[in-house]
């Protein structure tokens, strides 16, 4: 099994271009979530998808949006990037309350 | 903003030393869960513990929680280099299923 794939693995943009971050999982959950990664910060949940069909804020969800594209896959979108979100990207997804398995990450910067 | 904080956020030890992190948090959970992230990899879940548990147990690793403290604990004993890694913690209260990471602990296990 895959798992969680994630791509690009690593992305140059200039600020103002933009990008979509694709995710699928092939383990049949029902909830995806994407999280950015920052070095002293954690990991912040930027939007997620209980289930197939609905999206809802997560705590960092400005400047972002994301689509529910089918129960595989959840993608996310900048639609005008700012150096504020070079960071590292993850997907995950689980389903009920189990366990998160996550992608390796998309690594982005923003100059 | 976190709900989960870890503590310390470096440690370094010895191959066979036993390595602690600590998580504290702030709200009621249904149930905390560890993951350890590789160097430019993705969380890989390590145990979850329900809030009606104390104590639990896989292999090397030994996580305890107090839901009077709302903390919680995780001891890997017999360290390897192989466990150097960074160490979060999450909580999970339900609901809407977003679970909530910490800032994590960064181990490094000098062998």
């Known amino acids: 099994n895959a798992g969680v794939t994630q791509t690009p693995k690593f992305q140059v943009l200039k600020t103002g271009q933009s990008m979509t971050l694709q995710c699928a999982q092939d383990m049949n959950h029902n909830s995806m979530y994407w999280y950015r990664q920052d070095p002293g910060m954690g990991l912040r949940l930027i939007y997620y998808s209980a289930s197939e069909g609905t999206t809802d804020k997560g705590e960092v969800p400005n400047g972002y949006n994301v689509s529910r594209l089918n129960k595989r896959e959840f993608s996310l979108r900048l639609e005008s990037a700012a150096p504020s979100q070079t960071s590292v990207y993850f997907c995950?997804?689980?389903?009920?309350?189990?366990?998160?398995?996550f992608g390796d990450g998309t690594r982005l910067s923003i100059l | 903003s976190q709900q989960g904080e870890e503590d310390p956020q470096a440690l370094s030890i010895q191959e066979g030393e036993n390595a602690t992190m600590n998580c504290s948090y702030k709200t009621s959970i249904n149930n905390l869960q560890w993951y350890r992230q590789n160097s430019g990899r993705g969380l890989v879940h390590l145990i979850l513990?329900?809030?009606?548990?104390r104590e639990k147990h896989s292999g090397r690793l030994r996580v305890t929680l107090d839901t009077s403290k709302k903390s919680s604990s995780l001891l890997i004993t017999a360290s390897r280099a192989a466990d150097t890694a960074s160490y979060f913690c999450a909580t999970d209260a339900g609901g809407y299923q977003k679970v909530t990471f910490g800032i994590g602990t960064k181990l490094q296990v000098i062998p």
């Open positions: 995950a997804s689980r389903d009920g309350n189990q366990p998160q398995h």
């Open positions: 513990i329900r809030s009606n548990e």
